[in-house]
């Protein structure tokens, strides 16, 4: 069964470098997303991308961040200059069509800011 | 805005015992609502969901129904066993709105 895959599965970076974050969604799908969930506490949206660009993005989503789909496949989130409280494990999630229909998640990366 | 709202964790059940998790949420338009499982350790899993109200969802023994007369999403189960130990998330995506919300999620414990 097609899965949604995400690389790294834990990355440590200081705090101010830049980290990117890579996802390959299910091949078939047409929207991608991004989650975010802090240790503990609720899974937030941060961005949903159609079409080769962002259709919508939540107010955590700020100038630090820019997701990108550099090739039919990949799927990425950077963050230019990582703040401690950027910690947390980040999801990325696909579906067929659009925010009505089932997301797929893929298995997270952490993300440890030090 | 359209919020998602779940019962208080833990729930710490034995065995056998019967599970029910509640869900009720506020939304502008005519939601899809889910329940998502995320077990320790790994990713967020979709176990069940409903496009419509009256709608009944239903997967690996856990079963929840659309109610619009009460904006709820409740999620059940006969017999929990073990292995149902998990983070339980109630989400919905609205038709009008263009983002997916998710509940705090509710830590379910099942001992032997």
Redesign the interface.
């Known amino acids: 069964e097609p899965e949604v895959t995400q690389t790294p599965s834990h990355q440590v970076t200081q705090m101010g470098q830049e980290v990117i974050l890579r996802c390959v969604p299910i091949s078939n799908h047409l929207y991608f997303y991004w989650y975010r969930q802090i240790l503990g506490q609720k899974v937030e949206f941060l961005v949903s991308f159609y079409n080769n660009e962002i259709s919508e993005k939540s107010e955590i989503f700020d100038d630090q961040f820019s997701v990108e789909r550099p090739d039919g496949s990949n799927f990425t989130l950077k963050i230019r200059s990582t703040k401690l409280e950027d910690s947390a494990m980040y999801f990325c999630a696909s579906s067929p069509q659009g925010y009505t229909d089932t997301q797929y998640f893929g298995p997270g990366t952490r993300l440890t800011v030090l | 805005g359209d919020s998602v709202t779940q019962m208080e964790g833990p729930v710490t059940l034995s065995e056998e015992a019967f599970l029910t998790i509640n869900c009720t949420y506020t939304a502008t338009g005519y939601?899809?609502l889910?329940w998502?499982v995320q077990y320790p350790g790994?990713?967020?899993?979709?176990l069940l969901?409903a496009?419509k109200a009256d709608d009944k969802g239903s997967n690996k023994g856990f079963e929840a129904t659309y109610r619009k007369e009460t904006t709820s999403f409740h999620l059940e189960k006969g017999s929990v066993q073990v292995s149902d130990s998990a983070v339980y998330?109630c989400a919905l995506?609205?038709?009008y709105?263009?983002?997916?919300?998710?509940?705090?999620?509710t830590r379910l414990s099942v001992l032997p």
């Not at chain 2, 709105?97 to 999620?105: E, M, T």
């Open positions: 939601p899809s889910f998502y790994e990713g967020l899993q979709l969901k496009t998330f995506s609205d038709n709105g263009q983002n997916f919300v998710f509940g705090p999620g």
